[in-house]
């Protein structure tokens, strides 16, 4: 299973990014979908999940202005990043957990898509 995220650029503090994330391959089902970020010289870290029943949960540093949601018809996945800060400068990579065709689990990651907030 493949995964192409895109959406990332570059934008003002306070502006607003949407990022998406399709998921392609021999897909049978879909457990859940998430993104994290990786910012320089830090560790991978959560941003946002959603099950494929979809509940969501946050990181806190952007609960009330990030919104996860998904496309279960298009096998994706989207974050809605609105108030954006410096801080929320990263590579932002989606991940998608479920199981292909053949019965067999799937945990894919995508490539990543820079995301880069100026003051």
């Known amino acids: 299973v493949q995964l192409q995220a895109s959406g990332g650029g570059l934008v003002q503090a306070g502006g607003s990014l949407r990022l998406s994330c399709v998921a392609s391959g021999s897909i049978f089902s879909i457990i859940g979908m998430g993104w994290y970020r990786q910012a320089p010289g830090l560790q991978r870290e959560l941003v946002a999940r959603i099950t494929s029943g979809g509940s969501t949960m946050y990181a806190d540093a952007v609960k009330g202005r990030f919104t996860i949601s998904r496309d279960g018809a298009k096998n994706t996945v989207y974050l809605q990043m609105n108030s954006l800060k410096p801080e929320d400068t990263a590579v932002y990579y989606c991940?998608?957990?479920?199981?292909?065709?053949?019965?067999?689990?799937?945990?894919?990651w995508g490539q990543g898509t820079l995301v880069t907030v100026s003051s």
């Open positions: 991940n998608i957990d479920g199981f292909q065709q053949t019965g067999m689990a799937f945990h894919s």
